[in-house]
């Protein structure tokens, strides 16, 4: 299997109303030599339906599986949440084969079955384990030191741990990391680890916007001057709910929300055009000004 | 949906002893008897932290305890955001996010569920995305420069979930 080579697994959110994300991702990775195969036929990875149906969850998630090993490559994914289910249910239906034989026979019609011969990963476990620090620290062409910002890795990149097992959930480093490499500061901030809150959206809005909220005050308090995600579900908690939040609590923040892969891109020299900067909600003139100034 | 709790006094006669093999059975509900009830779910649960009745700790026990129909027609249980932290602390393992998944399980077998799962359910099995995807966002990717979005396949999806019990939730509306 070519190391370089993946499907690249986009999720529902994404597509939907996250695709800054999607733009700067395929950018970098396009230029860290990381090849993306398109798969038409994916679908849901399953996480969205395992509150009401577990069983739905896994055929879903085993269904995109199989047919990433019908094509022979690793699954690469941009949303943690797809990455985690994706993960766990590998995980889950190489260990427990009478799990395995039941969901495959829901399969078989359809000509697919699960062998647990592929991974899945999250594009940041691609970064920091197959490309490599190094690489990525070559491509480095303007070092952002001037930024200092703060990170928010989202739940499901850590946790649960057992099926995840990758970094550290109660003190990750590997965003900050992949931060550092770009040249910019990643400040540390009182509960880092804590939940965005999205899930909760639509459940109750007052405790998901109270969790972001939380978050914000944290990021403030230490002068951040952007936050970094990597999920697109904590992206939309804090960028596209910022101003919502600033309205419900009489509280402004002003926080730039980052994709990760666009503040890597800055450093790469790409355009803040380039890598769609103009689809993000809150305002990022500043932190391009300094950026840009930063050059001369 | 509204927060609100069931404060009545408990009756004996409303617990089901048997409802916590009925849980243990379950995959990811295997751990429920090990609950000792010390509250580390709680104390650490970012809901909890600004939900006036989301207490992972007390479903738990009602789950421990039988107290079924409580338990399952309560509102909070849907709160929970699936962020594993309790998982990952529990001195005992018992998973607890899981737990709270297998009760929203079983309260979506009793016909309990959300609108908004029915509707992720509907748009998966037409088009194997959650959310309906816009005609709008589609043609846009064109112009943003991004490859054709994946059309899902709908019947390699409803052949693969044919047999889903959850999917009489959704024949009313003509699935």
Redesign the interface.
């Given at each position: 299997m070519a190391k370089n080579q993946y499907l690249i697994f986009?999720g529902?959110?994404i597509?939907?109303?996250v695709?800054a994300y999607?733009?700067s991702a395929?950018k970098v990775l396009q230029k860290l030599g990381v090849e993306l195969v398109?798969?038409?036929?994916?679908?849901?990875c399953g996480l969205?339906?395992?509150?009401?149906?577990?069983?739905?969850m896994l055929?879903?998630a085993a269904?995109n599986l199989a047919l990433a090993e019908q094509k022979g490559l690793d699954i690469i994914a941009l949303c943690p949440g797809c990455a985690g289910t994706l993960k766990k249910v590998n995980k889950m239906l190489k260990e427990d084969k009478a799990?395995r034989e039941e969901i495959n026979k829901?399969?078989k019609?359809?000509g697919?079955e699960f062998k647990g011969t592929v991974n899945a990963k999250h594009i940041m476990q691609v970064l920091i384990e197959d490309v490599g620090l190094e690489k990525i620290k070559d491509s480095v062409v303007k070092p952002l030191t001037m930024l200092k910002v703060a990170e928010h890795n989202g739940?499901?990149i850590l946790?649960?741990?057992e099926y995840i097992g990758f970094d550290d959930?109660?003190d990750p480093q590997t965003l900050k990391t992949l931060i550092e490499a770009t040249g910019a500061t990643c400040l540390d901030y009182m509960d880092e680890?804590?939940?965005c809150?999205?899930?909760?959206v639509?459940?109750?809005d007052?405790?998901?916007l109270?969790?972001a909220r939380?978050k914000l005050n944290h990021v403030k308090q230490v002068s951040a001057e952007a936050l970094i995600t990597i999920c697109p579900f904590c992206h939309i908690m804090y960028d596209t709910n910022e101003l919502r939040i600033e309205k419900m609590f009489n509280e402004t923040y002003g926080i730039p929300i980052l994709h990760y892969p666009q503040l890597l891109g800055l450093a790469m020299g790409m355009s803040p055009e380039e890598l769609?900067f103009n689809e993000l909600r809150v305002d990022t003139s500043k932190i391009i000004k300094q950026v840009v100034e930063g050059e001369k | 949906?509204s927060?609100v709790e069931n404060k009545e006094p408990i009756k004996a006669s409303e617990m089901d002893p048997k409802f916590k093999y009925e849980i243990a059975k379950?995959?990811?509900g295997e751990k429920l008897m090990r609950c000792f009830q010390c509250g580390t779910c709680t104390s650490d649960c970012?809901?909890a932290?600004?939900?006036e009745t989301?207490r992972p700790r007390q479903i738990i026990r009602m789950a421990q305890l039988g107290l079924k129909d409580r338990v399952l027609n309560s509102d909070t249980l849907?709160?929970?955001?699936?962020?594993?932290?309790c998982?990952?602390r529990c001195p005992q393992d018992v998973?607890v996010?899981s737990v709270i998944?297998?009760l929203?399980?079983l309260a979506?077998e009793k016909g309990i569920?959300?609108q908004?799962?029915k509707e992720?359910?509907m748009s998966?099995l037409e088009s194997?995305?959650?959310?309906k995807?816009p005609d709008l966002?589609?043609k846009?990717?064109e112009t943003?420069?991004?490859?054709p979005?994946?059309?899902?396949?709908s019947e390699?999806?409803k052949?693969?979930?044919?047999?889903?019990?959850?999917l009489k939730h959704l024949e009313k509306k003509g699935e």
């Amino acid at each position: 299997m070519a190391k370089n080579q993946y499907l690249i697994f986009l999720g529902c959110a994404i597509p939907y109303r996250v695709s800054a994300y999607e733009i700067s991702a395929r950018k970098v990775l396009q230029k860290l030599g990381v090849e993306l195969v398109e798969m038409p036929e994916f679908n849901c990875c399953g996480l969205p339906l395992d509150p009401v149906s577990h069983e739905m969850m896994l055929i879903l998630a085993a269904r995109n599986l199989a047919l990433a090993e019908q094509k022979g490559l690793d699954i690469i994914a941009l949303c943690p949440g797809c990455a985690g289910t994706l993960k766990k249910v590998n995980k889950m239906l190489k260990e427990d084969k009478a799990l395995r034989e039941e969901i495959n026979k829901h399969l078989k019609e359809s000509g697919l079955e699960f062998k647990g011969t592929v991974n899945a990963k999250h594009i940041m476990q691609v970064l920091i384990e197959d490309v490599g620090l190094e690489k990525i620290k070559d491509s480095v062409v303007k070092p952002l030191t001037m930024l200092k910002v703060a990170e928010h890795n989202g739940c499901h990149i850590l946790r649960p741990k057992e099926y995840i097992g990758f970094d550290d959930p109660e003190d990750p480093q590997t965003l900050k990391t992949l931060i550092e490499a770009t040249g910019a500061t990643c400040l540390d901030y009182m509960d880092e680890t804590e939940c965005c809150g999205a899930p909760s959206v639509g459940v109750s809005d007052k405790v998901a916007l109270q969790l972001a909220r939380d978050k914000l005050n944290h990021v403030k308090q230490v002068s951040a001057e952007a936050l970094i995600t990597i999920c697109p579900f904590c992206h939309i908690m804090y960028d596209t709910n910022e101003l919502r939040i600033e309205k419900m609590f009489n509280e402004t923040y002003g926080i730039p929300i980052l994709h990760y892969p666009q503040l890597l891109g800055l450093a790469m020299g790409m355009s803040p055009e380039e890598l769609a900067f103009n689809e993000l909600r809150v305002d990022t003139s500043k932190i391009i000004k300094q950026v840009v100034e930063g050059e001369k | 949906m509204s927060e609100v709790e069931n404060k009545e006094p408990i009756k004996a006669s409303e617990m089901d002893p048997k409802f916590k093999y009925e849980i243990a059975k379950m995959h990811g509900g295997e751990k429920l008897m090990r609950c000792f009830q010390c509250g580390t779910c709680t104390s650490d649960c970012p809901v909890a932290k600004f939900s006036e009745t989301y207490r992972p700790r007390q479903i738990i026990r009602m789950a421990q305890l039988g107290l079924k129909d409580r338990v399952l027609n309560s509102d909070t249980l849907w709160l929970c955001a699936a962020c594993f932290t309790c998982t990952d602390r529990c001195p005992q393992d018992v998973e607890v996010a899981s737990v709270i998944r297998v009760l929203r399980n079983l309260a979506a077998e009793k016909g309990i569920v959300p609108q908004v799962f029915k509707e992720q359910a509907m748009s998966i099995l037409e088009s194997g995305y959650a959310y309906k995807i816009p005609d709008l966002r589609i043609k846009k990717r064109e112009t943003l420069g991004l490859p054709p979005l994946p059309r899902g396949n709908s019947e390699g999806i409803k052949k693969a979930l044919q047999g889903v019990s959850f999917l009489k939730h959704l024949e009313k509306k003509g699935e």
